[in-house]
């Protein structure tokens, strides 16, 4: 490889956005638990199943995961006698939730901008 | 975004993953519908509106209008062209929550608005928790809480201790004194509340009607509001004028009560479509 090749237009020294992707907070329903919480104090575990069309245990699946890695906390408890579940987000979620979404809007950026893949240029 | 592949949008995970800009769309829209979820301001704004109209008879029985320019009619007979109705204190003691602890006429609206700004807090933040059950997602109304009940304290206590200390004093004195002299002090409390309650609910309306309320409530704190109704043809009879103590009271209840209908309208109970 010549050192006075042209380097093709999109490369340059920065990573590739996708590498700030985590596979734990980028599973599309992960995510929409971290934004749900993220935007209120705390979320129940019933508003999740309806807002992401979970069943109930693919959702516990989910918030497992995600309790797991320490990105959410999950409080179980009763109110009168019907047991209640509340999910809310930590702030190492938090953090996770802000890289994912800067990589995701990065790599639209690059997607659609003057020398993305898709760009507009003909 | 179901996993089963319930038809429509759900399916696609199963045939890929989304694009990036799809999937900020969905966060996006479900951020939205989430903080729509878990507003609930419109019973704040009622509540303090109530409770400031019903603290109306006790400015009007506090009122001590300052008659000038008197020009005696006919016996028995005066017109007065300015007339003040601002709640005063008995003794040399700083008026804040409209004469606490002993502001002779303001007395009992001193400890009104004691007993109302933190009953009206606590309802609140009970509110919010009641409205986080139904609604499935909560507001943290901790803040506000937090600010409501401080800010009142320090209006309760701050008076007294300004006697006995030169600190507190020199700074008590740098606060404007029209802003205590007319007893609505507690309108600056409610509006501190509501700039808190803005930022923990993320609601651009509420920022609006914070500030709509601040205005209205600086304005009965530094101007005599029944001057525009005299302006306008208002003339109340001499027995009548501890009634213009009013409209500077209801001016600020008439902003909360109009945003918390049109809140209430906005906010009627919603709950999160499954996915079809």
């Given at each position: ?122 | ?189 409610i509006a501190?509340?509501l ?14 009607t914070a500030a709509v309320y601040t205005g209205t409530a ?34 600020p209840?008439?902003v909360l009560?109009?945003a ?17």
């Amino acid at each position: 490889m010549s050192g006075d090749e042209p380097r093709p237009p999109a490369a340059d020294d920065t990573p590739h956005p996708t590498s700030g992707l985590d596979d734990t907070v980028h599973q599309r329903h992960r995510l929409g638990v971290l934004t749900i919480t993220a935007e209120a104090q705390r979320a129940d575990f019933g508003y999740l199943r309806d807002a992401l069309g979970l069943t109930p245990g693919n959702l516990s699946r989910h918030l497992t995961v995600l309790e797991d890695a320490g990105l959410v906390q999950v409080e179980k408890g009763y109110e009168g006698r019907r047991p209640r579940t509340w999910v809310r987000i930590t702030s190492d979620g938090r953090a996770a939730l802000a890289t994912e979404l800067s990589a995701l809007t990065e790599l639209v950026r690059r997607h659609t901008g003057p020398n993305g893949a898709s760009g507009k240029q003909s | 975004m179901s996993e089963q592949g319930q038809g429509g949008g759900p399916g696609r995970e199963a045939m890929g993953r989304p694009e990036p800009e799809e999937l900020l769309g969905e966060l996006a829209a479900m951020r939205r519908r989430t903080r729509s979820a878990r507003h609930a301001y419109w019973f704040p704004l009622v509540l303090f509106g109530l409770l400031s109209c019903a603290a109306v008879p006790l400015y009007v029985a506090a009122a001590v209008p300052h008659l000038r320019h008197c020009v005696v009619l006919a016996p028995g007979h005066a017109r007065c062209s300015l007339v003040s109705a601002a709640v005063t204190s008995a003794g040399n003691e700083p008026v804040v929550l409209g004469g606490m602890p002993i502001g002779g006429n303001g007395f009992y609206l001193g400890w009104y608005w004691l007993v109302a700004l933190v009953l009206g807090y606590l309802l609140t933040v009970l509110w919010y928790r009641w409205h986080a059950r139904q609604a499935g997602v909560q507001t943290s109304a901790r803040g506000y809480l937090v600010i409501g009940v401080a800010a009142t304290v320090l209006a309760v206590v701050i008076p007294p201790l300004a006697s006995q200390i030169g600190v507190v004093a020199r700074l008590w004195r740098d606060i404007p004194g029209n802003l205590l002299i007319r007893g609505t002090f507690a309108f600056l409390i409610i509006a501190a509340g509501l700039w808190v309650l803005a930022w923990a609910e993320r609601s651009v309306a509420l920022v609006i009607t914070a500030a709509v309320y601040t205005g209205t409530a600086l304005l009965a704190s530094l101007y005599n509001v029944e001057n525009i109704l005299f302006r306008l043809g208002w003339r109340p009879g001499f027995g009548d004028l501890s009634l213009t103590a009013a409209p500077n009271v209801l001016l600020p209840a008439a902003v909360l009560l109009i945003a918390g209908a049109a809140a209430f309208a906005a906010q009627r109970p919603r709950r999160p479509v499954r996915p079809s």
